[in-house]
């Protein structure tokens, strides 16, 4: 934090040292179990990032949008998976091809009608059917994946597999079940579109706090995305400690009355996540047992009644956010400290591409 | 919406009807009602927004960070109000002499150090004191406002009243109460300012709830942010009714399965609000009835179950954000609609600026 004592706060700042061990160690993790790694690039929206996943063996990045993927093939990353169930029109359709002649691109299908339309559009292109493994957002029931496989086939596509997001995995206590849930949905997926025909290359799943408990015996890919920076939520989910957050935003303190200060970062610096389950707003790592009791946009409220050690007014102050994913997408740039203190700052080039 | 339809979803709509109509009414409203009307800038961060205030009758700007206060002041609004006590870097006060150069700046102060800082960087900077009216985020206590006025005119400072947020407005049925701690609070510190021989020429207060309830025998000025675009929230707490919203995200519905339909905007494009008052996370103007259960990223899930109408796979649905202000926050520019159906872009250009 030192390195950073002329810049303005709030900031957004990541410590390089943190995001190099916690990209080696979902490498090295992926390896040993045999997973293919396509890390999520919604998290980091970083062409920088994504070469140092890409160097350390992923296969490709996994994005959310056309607009995500744009970005990322423009920057050279030359295997995308776009892991959404896109309602293609002319416009995404014709963006889409232009990334095609840089990129192979991975689609994703959970309906006949959106299959259908994909195919209308994109003739041939490369699709997985998205599943529902528990999370009961996007995705079709396991048993129906052979149904969709079958349509989008007869359509004219090249039907490659299956996916799911496994994202009831963020609750305390609940991962290692929910990595039991995508496994098994998953092998009744593939069975489904066995049953048509199809053989099930790609059977790809996983989120950051799941990933541990995926199985190798079903699941080809892993998709986590929080992982290079890691959050509160990952921390209180047991994930993680908070010595490995890498990406903290550097606040001032602006006020303090007894046990309460207010921060000078809030909702539209480190996001309004804020799930039942989490402690707070946000942690703090150098106050492990102070809270975020609420955010507005330019306050994180913080008590730090339970807090041995408080700050003083004008102090600077860490705090984690709760979703590193919102709070990387509210800022122009990233601030990477390296072990000598020396600052470089990464642009987040995808920053707001949602559509 | 069909003026939209060539335009790739998800994407920030504002209907300029409804825009000028809330323009206007809170105009005649701070007219009428003797209110000086200082409209909060964070809502809209667009110098587009902040000349028709203007032109409606708004005697300068708020804003909540120095770099809101460059960007306007860039575009040419003369008087800026910056909301927030600011604890002084000489990074930060290096901007605001910049900023002074071209329009008149008025600072908060919430602290004896504070102020002795702001008096340091910045000497004989025109200030009020922020005086804590129930919400208990940073502000002094009304009895301490005579104090902190005291210490910052001893510092060299020129202390032109006080100023409140009764952010605790939010909250359905609070409205009207809140106006009346509004005004107790500014009295009793008009009372303390007074009783060390500072004259509150300025007695500023109002949210968008609860303007309304503000009273003109205490307040001398008002500050509201959200009104020119509304959102769900102010919907739900009475303040609006759904067709006075005016900014809405146009989204498409990428699935269905029965009473449940996802589209393709989540926190990333909304904002992820969610106050446990609120019904849900955003409103649907065209489907009063149902309610958004979950935002992920990229996925708003809406249920449907009470609705007598529902769209189709791939209809495009407007779903207006909770919070409006940090749902302009996360787009780069505004699609405006005319009566006409004609469409501009007007840039969000303070979009980001924190620090």
């Given at each position: 934090m030192a390195a950073t004592a002329g810049l303005d706060t709030p900031l957004a700042v990541v410590d390089e040292v943190v995001l190099n061990a916690n990209l080696d160690r979902m490498a090295e993790f992926a390896s040993a179990a045999g997973f293919a790694l396509r890390p999520h690039g919604k998290t980091h929206k970083s062409p920088e990032l994504a070469a140092r996943?890409?160097?350390?063996?992923?296969?490709?990045?996994?994005?959310?949008?056309?607009?995500?993927?744009?970005?990322?093939?423009?920057?050279?990353?030359?295997?995308?998976?776009?892991?959404?169930?896109?309602?293609?029109?002319?416009?995404?359709?014709?963006?889409?091809?232009?990334i095609m002649e840089h990129a192979d691109v991975l689609l994703a299908v959970d309906s006949t009608a959106g299959a259908a339309r994909l195919a209308h559009h994109l003739p041939?292109?490369?699709?997985?059917?998205?599943?529902?493994?528990?999370?009961?957002?996007?995705?079709?029931?396991?048993q129906r994946a052979g149904d969709i496989g079958h349509s989008a086939?007869?359509?004219?596509?090249?039907?490659?597999?299956?996916?799911?997001?496994?994202?009831?995995?963020?609750?305390?206590?609940?991962?290692?079940?929910?990595?039991?849930?995508?496994?098994?949905?998953?092998?009744?997926?593939?069975?489904?579109?066995?049953?048509?025909?199809?053989?099930?290359?790609?059977?790809?799943?996983?989120?950051?706090?799941?990933?541990?408990?995926?199985?190798?015996?079903?699941?080809?890919?892993?998709?986590?995305?929080?992982?290079p920076f890691n959050d509160a939520q990952q921390v209180e989910l047991g994930v993680c400690s908070l010595p490995d957050v890498a990406l903290t935003v550097?606040?001032?303190?602006?006020?303090?009355?007894?046990?309460?200060?207010?921060l000078d970062a809030g909702s539209k610096a480190v996001g309004a996540d804020h799930p039942a389950w989490t402690t707070g707003g946000g942690r703090l790592p150098e106050f492990g047992d102070a809270r975020v009791t609420s955010l507005s946009e330019?306050?994180?409220?913080?008590?730090?009644?339970?807090?041995?050690?408080?700050?003083?007014?004008?102090?600077?102050?860490?705090?984690?956010?709760?979703?590193?994913?919102?709070?990387?997408?509210?800022?122009?740039?990233?601030?990477?400290?390296?072990?000598?203190?020396?600052?470089?700052?990464?642009p987040v080039t995808a920053r707001g591409a949602n559509a």
């Open positions: 996943q890409i160097s350390r063996g992923a296969i490709g990045l996994t994005v959310a949008t056309v607009g995500e993927a744009e970005i990322f093939a423009a920057a050279g990353v030359s295997d995308l998976f776009i892991a959404y169930p896109l309602w293609l029109t002319e416009g995404k359709a014709r963006r889409l091809r232009a041939h292109a490369r699709v997985v059917v998205e599943v529902d493994s528990g999370q009961h957002r996007t995705g079709v029931h396991p086939a007869a359509a004219g596509l090249q039907v490659l597999g299956i996916f799911t997001f496994p994202g009831h995995s963020y609750f305390p206590g609940r991962p290692a079940a929910v990595g039991v849930q995508e496994a098994n949905a998953l092998a009744m997926a593939a069975q489904s579109l066995r049953a048509v025909g199809i053989d099930p290359v790609i059977r790809s799943g996983g989120s950051t706090p799941s990933v541990a408990h995926a199985d190798p015996t079903v699941l080809t890919e892993i998709r986590p995305g929080v992982y550097v606040t001032t303190v602006v006020h303090l009355d007894g046990n309460k200060a207010v330019h306050h994180a409220t913080v008590d730090f009644t339970d807090s041995a050690e408080r700050p003083r007014l004008g102090d600077r102050v860490r705090l984690a956010p709760n979703h590193v994913c919102t709070a990387v997408n509210l800022t122009d740039e990233l601030v990477i400290v390296d072990h000598h203190g020396t600052l470089t700052r990464w």
